[in-house]
């Protein structure tokens, strides 16, 4: 695999710094609209600011501005000021999703739901405070997917533009809603199989962490069909490559980089192609130990070492990665062929290696 780009860590932060302040500026004015209500609405909106601003690469705004780079560099400041819809998204999912995985801690801080179940044990007390933090984390996910929609509908672009882009916004939460039926149902089932994994990786990470991003953007600037299916060629397997490269740095990474607990997908009984090729090809007695270990609350530090350690002897690591360098590589080829503005591809060819290498 490529060596990572010595500027892709700049032109992130490059980026990153601007849709922070857009995304400032945007919660200040929510904050305001909210305390004409009541401060219970303006507290909640506070907290949806503080969770989005805590941390996060801001990758799938950058995805749409170059999305719309790839076509034209006119207009880049309502390009920069539309694309915090993707991380308003972003935000409204994780909201979601950390009820749903039981997660205490994202980006290394208490999970919304969470600080709004001890706010209610200082506040109300403690009957059915848990209840009270995940129905309010469950209201400012909502607020926040609304929030999104709210920025693309009243983006500066052309109306036939925007009205595709609000499209397609809607076609990745409703392709994340049934990829995470499929997730939600797979943690139940006894078995799974590899293209289960993947289609499941494709409806919640691909479509809406690169694929829709780079659409989002294309479209602000009039992509036709052809463009979309080019962006689509580079989206897909570089979306499966993290989502893969994420659950390697699930179970192998730091938990310092990774601002969540390190085996936490052992825990909720997540299913993934590690888990999967290591069922394949281990001992009954090592079989037996991933079944107890999968889906247990209570499973300790010892045990995901002995996950861990399962999963690299079966060559299961060594097969995920190979995956990710294969599928990363795949996407870099799409776009190196287009006939997009070359800026703007070779950006895309540098985040694809650091997607295909990173530790957090």
Not at 244 to 249: P, V
Request: one cysteine or more; glycine letters at 6%; a negative charge.
């Amino acid at each position: 695999m490529r060596t990572i780009s010595a500027d892709v860590n700049s032109l992130l932060a490059h980026y990153q710094t601007q849709i922070n302040e857009r995304l400032e500026e945007f919660f200040d004015k929510k904050v305001e609209e909210a305390s004409r209500i009541s401060n219970y609405p303006r507290e909640v909106v506070i907290g949806t600011k503080e969770y989005t601003l805590r941390g996060g690469k801001r990758l799938r705004p950058i995805f749409c501005i170059l999305g719309y780079k790839c076509l034209t560099d006119h207009n880049l400041e309502a390009i920069i000021a539309a694309s915090i819809s993707l991380e308003l998204m972003q935000s409204s999912l994780l909201v979601h999703d950390d009820i749903m995985d039981e997660d205490e801690l994202r980006r290394g801080k208490k999970t919304f739901h969470i600080v709004y179940e001890n706010l209610c044990e200082r506040r109300f007390g403690k009957n059915k405070a848990r209840r009270f933090g995940e129905n309010i984390a469950i209201v400012a996910g909502d607020l926040l997917e609304a929030y999104g929609e709210e920025v693309l509908a009243k983006s500066s672009f052309k109306s036939d533009y925007v009205k595709r882009a609000l499209a397609t916004y809607a076609e990745i939460v409703k392709k994340v809603g049934y990829g995470q039926i499929l997730d939600i149902t797979a943690e139940r089932k006894g078995s799974f199989s590899e293209d289960d994994i993947l289609t499941i990786h494709k409806l919640k990470t691909a479509s809406y962490t690169i694929e829709g991003p780079l659409h989002i953007g294309a479209l602000l600037a009039g992509a036709d069909e052809a463009d979309l299916q080019i962006l689509s060629a580079y989206g897909v397997p570089l979306g499966l490559a993290f989502q893969i490269q994420d659950d390697i740095l699930g179970l192998f990474g730091s938990e310092e980089k990774m601002g969540k607990p390190v085996g936490s997908d052992v825990r909720e009984g997540k299913k993934t192609l590690l888990i999967l090729h290591a069922l394949e090809r281990c001992t009954e007695d090592e079989k037996e130990l991933l079944t107890k270990a999968l889906g247990n609350e209570r499973v300790t530090v010892e045990e995901i070492d002995t996950v861990r350690a399962i999963v690299q002897r079966t060559g299961s690591l060594d097969y995920s990665k190979k995956l990710v360098a294969e599928m990363t590589d795949k996407a870099v080829q799409a776009i190196k062929i287009s006939d997009f503005r070359t800026e703007a591809k070779d950006s895309l060819i540098n985040i694809a290696d650091f997607i295909g290498n990173r530790e957090y």
